[in-house]
């Protein structure tokens, strides 16, 4: 009886961080100030080789209620929901592929926690991570990106919002409104937004996605060190920020109502070059690009092509068909060929 009273309640918290009036939003914002200050100034937060020991927001107290344990059974739930509602890629090429990439990743991070990963097949470019460590990669995230180190990026990124547990963190500081309001529950925070996942019909609603411009941009930060720990040149994940810019462009009503929770793109791309340059030792070698992400790329392509066409054989299409004369003998019905008679001389 308890569980089901503390877990509605508890995904109550957690969905609920609505845009408020004037005088809410500066207190939110007063809030994200804290939270920058004691991240920014935190014990070894530019300290590269100190990744894995470091504190990065999850210790428990006045900002966060909620344990590893508790945020794990959280993201398990909502996982659950997320997966009654969306087709996963289930080829194990590409699975094996995305999942290694993010596995050396994560052990290049601050997390405690495993990550089990999987790909939505969604075409629209985007990422999410539930709390406890369930990330989700669009396939149009695969697609979007050039090489590598793009797709290593925008993991990054995720695993940040996991290491320096946001959704936990977020839920203690949720805004109360109604039980009524929460259809699905889902935390995320990806480098597009929950926006896109509103669009590409996941049954998830707006007021649950909206990690404030703080968690975003320490996402960042985290996900450029732990991209640049794993091997990875970090500009990868600047470069996936001029592709979201480019779309940005190209379809300005969308996107301006996906990123208004978010830092905008130009602001986060100056900010991530300032940090890769002034933080991060300069290496001889990176890693941007792998043959075997340009096959797993065609592969996922390959994939989704066929679901496209396999969906649209349920449709009907014209036919041609014709009529059949009875008067004709049985050769004539079945052979319907013109026929060349010679006239009788």
């Known amino acids: 009886m308890l569980r089901r009273i503390f877990y509605p309640f508890l995904a109550f918290i957690v969905c609920c961080n609505l845009t408020l009036a004037s005088a809410s939003d500066q207190k939110d914002q007063s809030k994200d100030s804290k939270d920058d200050d004691s991240f920014y ?6 300290d590269i080789n100190a990744i894995g020991n470091r504190n990065v927001g999850c210790n428990r107290g006045l900002g966060n209620w909620y344990s590893l344990d508790t945020q794990v059974k ?10 009654m509602s969306q087709h996963l890629i289930t080829d194990p090429v590409v ?11 994560v052990r290049n991070s601050d997390s405690r926690l495993p ?3 999987k790909i939505l097949d969604i075409e629209e470019p985007n990422a999410f991570a539930l709390p406890g460590g369930f990330m989700y990669v669009h396939a149009g995230t695969i697609l979007l990106a050039d090489d590598e180190s793009e797709l290593a990026g925008v993991m990054a990124h995720e695993i940040g919002h996991v290491a320096a547990c946001h959704a936990a963190r977020q839920a203690t ?6 039980l009524a309001m929460i259809p699905v529950m889902v935390m995320t925070g990806g480098l597009a937004g929950i926006g896109i996942n509103q669009a590409a019909n996941l049954a998830i609603p707006a007021t649950f996605s909206k990690f404030g411009r703080g968690f975003e941009a320490q996402a960042d930060y985290l996900g450029i060190q732990y991209a640049y720990k794993s091997g990875y040149d970090p500009v990868g994940m600047i470069n996936f920020f001029e592709k979201l810019e480019a779309l940005e462009k190209k ?3 969308f996107f301006l109502k996906v990123y208004q929770d978010h830092p905008q793109t130009p602001d986060r791309i100056e900010k991530s070059q300032h940090e890769i340059a002034t933080i991060l030792p300069p290496r001889n070698e990176y890693i941007i690009d792998t043959s075997e992400f340009q096959q797993v790329k065609k592969r996922l392509a ?4 066929h679901r496209q066409l396999n969906d649209s054989k349920g449709q009907e299409n014209p036919e041609l068909r014709r009529t059949v004369d009875n ?7 079945d052979d319907d060929r013109p026929v060349i008679k010679r006239k009788d001389q």
């Open 41 to 46: 100034h935190g014990a070894g937060i530019n």
């Open 95 to 105: 699975n094996e592929y995305v999942n290694r990439i993010g596995q050396n990743l």
């Open 327 to 333: 008067k004709t003998d049985n050769k004539t019905q």
């Open 115 to 117: 990550f089990t990963i």
């Open 302 to 305: 390959l994939i989704m092509k």
């Open 173 to 178: 500081r949720g805004t109360f409104a109604s």
């Open 251 to 253: 379809k300005p009503g």
């Open 74 to 83: 959280m993201g398990r739930e909502f996982s659950q929901q997320v997966e």
